[in-house]
């Protein structure tokens, strides 16, 4: 099983909740990787700004991810 779960955390608290649904996953091969949300990264996605403001719009759904298992 694979498991994708993404998160921005200001203060840290955020941070905590995902590593402890980590842990709770009963899964023997978690990894987690970290990604700094930096200016210079935010810069690299081109809908940033609408992002920024809440708007989803430029994204959509795509029914053939919802089966990730190998």
């Avoid at 995902?18 to 990894?31: M, R």
């Avoid at 987690?32 to 200016?39: A, L």
Wanted: aromatic letters at 10%; zero cysteines; glycine letters at 6%.
């Amino acid at each position: 099983m694979k498991v994708l779960l993404v998160y921005f955390s200001l203060g840290g608290r955020t941070k905590k909740v995902s590593e402890k649904i980590a842990e709770g996953l009963d899964i023997s091969d978690v990894s987690i990787e970290f990604f700094e949300y930096t200016k210079k990264s935010r810069e690299m996605i081109p809908e940033q700004n609408d992002i920024m403001k809440g708007d989803l719009s430029n994204f959509k759904y795509n029914e053939s991810i919802m089966d990730l298992a190998p």
